[in-house]
């Protein structure tokens, strides 16, 4: 922890397998949408990190810009970096991203977007410099 840090938050990594987890309706699965049953579960529910399932394409849904404190369009701004077109990138708000993970943990497909964020912007720093 660095010197301006007063907290320390531990989440379970979540690397478990869950036999027959595609049947299950979900009823403590915790979500943004509204496809599990835990919609209706209005109790605190458990957090793990886990991804639950391999690498999935982006469905441009449009969640991730919904729940965007800033406003950017970050499913645009992934394709961009992913097709190598960086200034277009920047252009769908690229450095505004505050990095908070929020788009990352509403993505259905569970993309990592903040990761993707953070590395396309240390890249961007460094080769501007």
Known sequence: ??????ALNLIDDGDREEPFAFIRP?????SYST?????LHKSALPMDCGQHGE???CVNCGT????CPVDILPQFAMKCLVADE??????????DCAECGLCTYACP?????REVFRAAKAQYHKETL
Do not use: D, T, W
């Open 86 to 95: 960086v200034e277009e990138a920047l252009a769908h708000g690229l450095l």
């Open 55 to 57: 690498a999935r394409a």
């Open 26 to 30: 979900g009823f403590n699965k915790p």
């Open 35 to 39: 496809a599990f049953l835990s919609a």
């Open 1 to 6: 922890m660095g010197f301006y840090q007063n």
């Open 109 to 113: 497909s569970k993309i990592e977007l």
């Open 64 to 67: 991730c810009a919904r729940i």
